[in-house]
T-cell receptor
């Protein structure tokens, strides 16, 4: 069955370290998204991509970067982790024609100490 | 800043009672989506509303999109313990570059 997987599921890192969160989908969806979820803020968009080599900044993109070298993967990199980036991160994907119907991965819980 | 507001933030009900969550936007929405997130889980798509005044039903769940396409509601009739979770609305606002804007969510707890 097609799916979207995130790894790792849990990560503890130190302030200042570079961290990469993986997202892999097998639906062949063109659109991929990264969100962070914090209490009281719902889901906030970090970066998104509408296809290979396409990346765009979301609402809270500072300190994060993404690259899209193939359809299946959109890794999220924290260049220099900060305590404010402690959060739960969700990756999502959607088809071109139903961009707003998004399918979410299980999430990565990141703690920056 | 946040342009899709959702109320209430929390709702505690007795099993069998009804539940409603409301979503309001400061600008006109092209469409609205509703998602459910179980405790410890990930958001799962429930439904999409596109037309002004649209009403859709899924068993005990009724979704409405306002006439002005600035508000929406989700109503659950006779809640069950399986309804527990956080319900999010997510609207498409075109002047935001075509990105979905999520409401803060309403956390529903159901007492058996």
């Amino acid at each position: 069955d097609a799916e979207i997987t995130q790894s790792p599921r849990h990560k503890i890192t130190e302030t200042g370290r570079q961290v990469t969160l993986a997202c892999h989908q097998t639906w062949n969806h063109n659109n991929m998204f990264w969100y962070r979820q914090d209490l009281g803020h719902g889901l906030r968009l970090i970066h998104y991509s509408y296809g290979v080599q396409d990346t765009n900044k979301g609402e809270v993109s500072d300190g994060y970067s993404v690259s899209r070298s193939n359809t299946e993967d959109l890794p999220l990199t924290l260049e220099s982790a900060a305590s404010s980036q402690t959060s739960v991160y969700f990756c999502a994907s959607s088809r071109i024609r139903d961009r707003d119907i998004q399918y979410f991965g299980a999430g990565t819980r990141l703690s920056v100490l | 800043g946040q342009q899709v507001m959702q109320i209430p933030q929390y709702q505690h009900v007795q099993e069998g009672e009804d539940f409603t969550t409301y979503c309001n936007s400061s600008t006109t929405l092209s469409n609205i989506q509703w998602y459910k997130q179980r405790p410890g889980g990930h958001p799962v798509f429930l439904i999409q509303l596109v037309k002004s005044g649209e009403v859709k039903k899924q068993k005990r769940l009724t979704f409405q999109f306002g006439e002005a396409k600035k508000n929406s509601s989700l109503h659950i009739t006779a809640t069950q313990t399986t309804d527990v979770g956080t319900y999010f609305c997510a609207g498409m606002i075109y002047n935001q570059g075509g990105k979905l804007i999520f409401g803060q969510g309403t956390e529903l707890s159901v007492k058996p």
